[in-house]
């Protein structure tokens, strides 16, 4: 059987996918579809490492932060050494992850998406920017594939044959094909997770007047070496002029872009 492809997406992108294909056949793929046309089996991702729990004695559960949200990382008895690898390291790590493509759904109707990793390397801030431009160099080229095919007018298998003949690659033009037909596409949404993710290394953040700015001071002023207390920062922060509110924010954006983490419940701690 032919060995499928890692697709390289963006968290963000990956916790809106709730569609997926699951095989009756025990050795044939499964498939997370996301919104942009990516049918994943597999996953490339490389990000900071802020969480690691122990489940129980068989299963480790992770959290992988790239500029646009948390990837879930489970690792079970299949995944041995890297669950080992994981209960191993300590938080934050820059690490690198290739692994399958998961999707479960709750209860409620919710589905949670996830990668159960084959692969986990040490990686470094160089190595998440080039995979962070080069994701979303991929999520451009999906999204420019999506807007052509709303405009070609087809679904289905006529879709998917018009793709072709554009040079979309097979896979990608199955996958828009299903996402089309199972997702209410937003394609400003998904150029925003872009933006969003190239925007973090724009040093935008280093205005003048940005509460984020204030809060990775505040921590940097205040930390002995343990984590600073929430209260503190707020207290930090608000002498610089900002309030409650925008504190908050600031400190939930740092985390999710994998510049802070919390070593323990209501400390803070840059990485």
Do not use: H
Request: one cysteine or more; aromatic letters at 8%.
């Amino acid at each position: 059987m032919k060995r499928e492809i890692a697709w390289r997406i963006f968290a963000k992108e990956y916790n809106l996918a709730n569609y997926s294909i699951v095989s009756e056949e025990k050795r044939s793929p499964n498939y997370v579809i996301t919104p942009t046309g990516a049918r994943c089996n597999r996953l490339f991702a490389v990000g900071v490492i802020t969480e690691i729990e122990e489940i129980n004695q068989d299963v480790a559960k992770a959290k992988l932060s790239d500029p646009t949200g948390m990837f879930t990382i489970y690792a079970g008895n299949f995944q041995e050494e890297q669950r080992d690898f994981l209960l191993q390291i300590d938080p934050p790590y820059f690490a690198s992850v290739v692994g399958k493509a998961k999707a479960f759904e709750g209860d409620d109707g919710r589905v949670f998406t996830s990668i159960r990793p084959e692969k986990i390397e040490e990686a470094d801030q160089d190595i998440r920017n080039n995979w962070t431009i080069n994701t979303a160099k991929r999520t451009v080229e999906r999204i420019k594939a999506l807007e052509m095919s709303i405009e070609s007018g087809f679904t289905g298998e006529e879709l998917i044959e018009y793709l072709k003949k554009e040079k979309i690659r097979p896979d990608l033009a199955k996958g828009i094909s299903l996402a089309i037909k199972n997702y209410e596409i937003d394609i400003d949404q998904y150029k925003e997770i872009i933006k969003e993710a190239l925007g973090n290394y724009t040093e935008i953040e280093e205005e003048e007047n940005n509460p984020k700015i204030a809060v990775k001071k505040s921590m940097k002023e205040l930390d002995k070496g343990q984590g600073v207390n929430y209260s503190e920062i707020i207290d930090k922060a608000t002498e610089m002029g900002y309030n409650e509110k925008e504190i908050e924010k600031a400190v939930n954006e740092l985390m999710e872009e994998g510049k802070c983490y919390e070593p323990k419940l209501g400390k803070l701690k840059l990485v």
